[in-house]
C-alpha cells in the first residue's frame, strides 16, 4: 500500500527522498490529470507521493546580487504579480493557462514535466535560469537546459528535488513572447516563441530566441545568436532566409492532435522573422 | 401591442446561481451502484472472445443477453443496438456494462476483462449511401440547358462536438416492476419510448425524469435513449439503484456529434448573371448507426437555397455510413452545413461574374410570396431587406468592406443572411409528435403548466410561464412549471427543433385561454390540448413537396476578424446581428440565444476543430477540443425585428437554432477578405489558412 | 490515510483520508457540498472552482494533500457574503445564467477577479474569466454582468 507523505520542513522533505522512492508533487497540475482516474477514485499513482506544494521554505521571491531567485513551490499566479519577475517571464506566465491553474502550478513543475510545449521554459532557456537542486548530501545547480533531456524526462536524480531557481539579472532594450494556441486564453502552444535583443547604437549587443513544440526538446540556438552580435540590425534583416535556414536543421516539429508539422515550421519561421525585423 | 417581450428575472436564476440547483451527478439515493460501460476498442470487426475475471460478490455483467425486448434503439431506423452482439461498428461502441457497489470495485473488474477482435477493413469515406433523398422544383433540367455558363464549387465541414458543459448521465431506480430514470436529456418521451421497447415492458413501467441539463444544443436529444436502455437493462438485472455519468473524455468519444459533410453546388447562370437553377448535392457523414441522420440530410436540403429564391432546383443528398461515432442532432440540425456552403456558393458566384457580391444576393434574396425549396409558399411578411439594411448600418458594413478589400492589413468583415424553419419538417408535428399539453389549476388558484418541455438554459420555464401569465393575467408567482416527469406530464414532444416556444407554447396559450374562459376561483381545473397544424400546411414527405415548415425565423450576421500575418491566427473583432424570431418572449433570453448561438455558429466556422484517426477521435477532452473562452469571443450586439406570426403564442417563431447557423458562414467570408484567398471548407483553421496562403 | 485540517466555508474540518484524492471528490462525496460541478475532470472548465485563501482554484484536479491547512470556501460559504449578493444581482439583471452547470465556478472567478482587481475593464474581465468555459451564453452578458457587479459593489471589494 502506498503510503503518501506531506513533509513540513525542506529536511524532512530530503530525508523520505532518501528512503524509498517518492514522487514529487507540487501544484500537480501536470500529475493529477496524467494520473487521473476515474472521477471519485484516487489517481493512479504508481509510487507514493511527496506533497511538497506547502513547504512555506520553498516560497519566495528575492534578489540576491545579480541574481532574482525563486523558491520551487511559489506558485506561478504569484510570480506574475511580482515586482521582481522578470518581465519576460511575467509575459510567459501572462498567458499560460488561467489565473485558477497559475495559482496552483510551479516554474519547477514546468520543469519536471519536460513537454517539449512548456512555456515558461521559453523564458527560462533564454535567461540563463539555473535551477538549484538538493538532495540530503547534495546541493548542485544545473542549468534548465541541461537538466530538460527529452519529452517528459529530466537528469533528476530518484532523491532530488529543485529547491530554487535561479535567474541572473538581465536588462533588453526588447523582449517578445507570441504564444500560438488553438486558442487565445487557456491554451496548449502549437509553437510559442521568446526573443531578447539588446541593440546599443544600432549594433546588436545580446540576442536571444527560444522556440517551442518545434523538437523534442526547446530550441535555443546559442551558436546563430552568437553570429547575430556585433551585426547591425540591417544586416541581420537582410540576412534573414539564411538564419532561418540555419535554424531549420533544429525546427523539426511532428503532427498531433493540436496542429501539423507544415504549420509548425511555417509559424516558427515567420515568427523569427518578425522578431528579427523589429530589431 | 404586447410587452410580453420586457425581460424578468430567469425563474431559477438563483438556485443556478447559488449552486443548489441539483443536476443529475448531484443526486444520490441509498444503496447507490455505479456502472461503466465496457468499449469496443477496434473500428470494424467481430468480437471473438471475451474474457471475464471472477466476480466479485455484488458485481455485475450486463449486455445484449440481458435484453427482455429489442436490442434497439428505438429512433427512426432499427439499426442502432443497445449492446453490441458479435459485430463491431464503430471505435467505442458499447459491449457491456460493469455495474457494483463501489467504482473500485467496477473498476478492478473492468481492468481485467479482455475482449478479443477479428478486425476487418473499415470504411471512412463517404461512399456507402444507406439512405438518399431527391427533390426538385421547377424545371432545372430546362434551366442548365439555357444556362449561358454553368459554375461548380464543392464545400466541406468538419465535425463539431455540443460540448455541453455537464456530460451526458442517469441516475436509476427500480421498484417492483418499475423503472425510473432521472437524467440529463432533452426528450423524455423519446427515452421513455425507446425503454418501453428494449424492456418489452408496460408504459407505465417506465417514468423518465428531467434532471435540470447543463447544456445540451441537441447532444441529449437521441443519445440519452442509448444510456436510458442501457441503464434500464441493468436496472432489472442488478434491481439495485445505479448511476451512470459519463466522463468528459468518454462523452466526448462516444456521443453523437454534427455530422461532417461535403456539399457540391452547381448554378446555372443567365445573360443578367441572374441564377436561374441550382443543382446540389449534400453528403453527410452518419458515423455507424443512422440514428436521426436522415433527418438532419432532410433538414440541410430543405435549406438548399437558404434566405434565397431559386426558380429552378435539383437538390441530392445522401446519409453515408461509416464506421465512425454515430453522429446525430446539433442545435442547427443539418442547417449550418447547407447555409455555410449556400452563402459561400453565392460569394464566391458574385466574385466568378465580377458583380457587386451585396448586389446580387439582394437581386436573389426571398420575398413573400416566393416559392419555397420545396415549392412551398413563404406566406409571411420577410423583413430582411431593413434587417441587412440595419445589420449595415450598427456595423458599418459597407465602409469597412471598402476599407479593408483595399488594405493590405489582414483584416475582414463577413455577412451572411439565413432563414430557419421552425419546428418538425413537414407534417411531422401533425402524425408524429402530436404534441399534447396539460394545464391544471388548484384551488389557490395558482396554475401548473404540466408538460414535457425541457429547460436547458434557453429559458423554456420562463418564456412558458410567461405566457401562460400574460394569457391567464396572473402573476409570474402564481404559475409553476417542474421539470417533466412522464407520470405527470403528457407528450409535449422532444425540446428541440426550435419549437418550444411556437408549438409547445402555442398550445399553453391556448390551454391557458380556456382556463380563463372557464374561470372559477377557488376550484380546481385541468385542460388538455392537442397540437392542430395550420390549415395551409400541405405537405408529401415522399416527394418533399410543400410546406416544410409552418413557419420561418430569419436573421443576418456580420463578423469582423482579423488574421495575425505570422500566425494566421483569426481573431474574431466583433460580431453583430438582427434577428427577426416573430416576437421575443424575453428579450434578455432571446438575446441570450442569440450571444450563445452566434458563439457556437462563429466558432463553428473558425475555431472547433475534430477529427479522428482510425476512426478514434484525436481530439477528445477540453483541453484539445477547443471551444471559446471569454476571450476568443468578441462583444456581441443584437438587435431583434418584430414580425408576429399568426399562429405562434403573442407571435413567436423559433429562436434556439437560427442563431447558430449563420456564424460559420459570416466569419468565413470575413477570413476570406482578410487573406484575400477562398474559404470552401471549415473550421478555417490556421493551418488551413496556410495552405491557402502556399497555393499560389 | 493521512490526517488533513483546513478551514471549509469557516469550519475548521478534520479528515483522515488519502490525500491524494482529488478535493473535488472531498467536496461532493465526503463533506456534501455539490456546488463545486464536474465538467472536465482536468483543470480545463473551471466548473468545480473554489477559493482557497480567496483566490480561485480547480477542485477537480487539486489533491486533497494541497489544501491542508488552508482556508477553503465553496459557492455555498460564499453564496452567504454581502459580496455574493451583488454578483447574484448583476448575473440576474443581465441575464447571464443560462444551463447554470458553469455558473457556481463562474461566480467564484468574478470573486477572485474582483478581489485582485476591483475595477476590471471589460478585456481584463474576459481575461480574468478565461478559465472559466461556458457553452451557453457566449460571455457577452456574463462580461455585462461583472461590469455591473463592480458597479453595484463599489468598496466591497
Ligand atoms: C488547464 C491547464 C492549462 C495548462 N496550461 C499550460 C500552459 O499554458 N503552458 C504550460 O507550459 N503548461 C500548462 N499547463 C501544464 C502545467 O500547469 C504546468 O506544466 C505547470 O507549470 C506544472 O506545475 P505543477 O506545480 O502543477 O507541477 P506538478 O504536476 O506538481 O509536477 C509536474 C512534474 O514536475 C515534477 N516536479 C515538480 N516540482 C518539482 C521539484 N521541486 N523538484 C523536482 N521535480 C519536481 C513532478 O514530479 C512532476 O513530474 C496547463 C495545465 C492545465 C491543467
Ligand atoms: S471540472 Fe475542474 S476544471 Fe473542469
Ligand atoms: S450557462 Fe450553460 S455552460 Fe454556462
Redesign the interface.
Known sequence: MVRHRIPVTLEEALEHLNETTYKIIAGGTDLMVQNRAWSELPPKFDAPLLFCFNLEALKYVKEENAFIKIGSMTDLETLLHHPLTPEILRKVIYEMASPAIRKVSTLSGNIGNASPAADSLLALYALDAKVEIKSQKETRLSTVSELILGPRKTALKQNEIITEIIIPKSSFTQTCFVKVGGRRADAISKVAFVGCASVENNVIKDIRMTINAVAARLIRRQDIEKGLCEKTPDEVKQNVNAILEAYSTSIQPIDDQRSNKDYRKYTANNLIKAFLNTL | MSTINK?V??V????????????V??YHVEGLHYA?TVRSTIAKGVIQSIELPPLPEGVTIVDYQDIPGKNVVKMIYEDWPVFAEKNISHYGEPIMLVVGPS??MV?AVFDKIKITYQEETPIFDMVQSKVDYHFTKGDPQTAFQEAKKTIKYTYETGYQE??????QGFIGTLEDEKVTLIGSIQAPYYVKNAVIDTLSCKPEDVRIIQA??????GGKEEFPSLIGCQLAVALKKVKKPIKL?Y??EEDMEVTTKRHPSKITMEAAIDEENNITAIKSHVGIDGGAFLGLSSVVLSRAMIAATSAYTINHLQVDGDVYITNTVPNGAFRGFGAPQMIFAVEMFINHLAKDLNEDVHDFRLRHLAKQGDKTTTSGTFRDPILMPEMIKKACQISGYHKKKALYESSEKMKGIGMSWFLHGCGFTGSGEADHIKAKVKLRKDEADHVYLEIAAVD????AKTTLMKVAAEVLELPLEAIHFANPDTDIVPDSGPTVASRTAMVVGGLVARAAQEINENWQSGKPQIVHKSYKQPDYMEWDQATFNGDAYPAYSWGVNVVEVSVD?????V?VEHIWSVYDVGKSLDD??V??QA??????GVAYGY?E?M?HRNGKL??K????Y????????A??ETVLFDNPFAYGPYGAKGAGELTLVGGAPAVAIAIEMAINKRVSKIPAT??YL?ELMNND | MTKITFTFNGKPIELHTDPSRRFLDVIRNDLKHTGPKEGCGEGECGACAVLINGHIVNSCILPLANVHHQEVMTIEGFSKTKRYAVIEEAFIKEGAVQCGICIPGMIIAVESLLNRNPNPSDEEIRVGLSGNLCRCTGYNMIVKAVLRAKEMGKGLW
Open positions: 425581460s428575472p430567469k431559477e436564476a438563483k438556485d443556478k446561481i447559488s449552486g443548489k440547483m441539483k443536476y451527478s448531484d461503466k467504482k473500485e473498476q455540443q460540448a455541453y458543459i455537464e456530460p435540470t441539463v447543463g447544456g445540451a444544443f455519468i466522463e468528459r436547458m438554459g434557453q429559458g500575418p505570422a500566425s494566421l491566427e481573431r434578455n433570453i438575446i441570450g450571444d450563445g448561438g452566434t458563439a457556437q475555431l476543430v477529427n484525436l481530439q477532452n477540453m483541453t484539445d477547443v471551444i471559446p473562452t471569454a476571450v476568443d469571443m462583444k456581441t490556421p493551418e496556410m
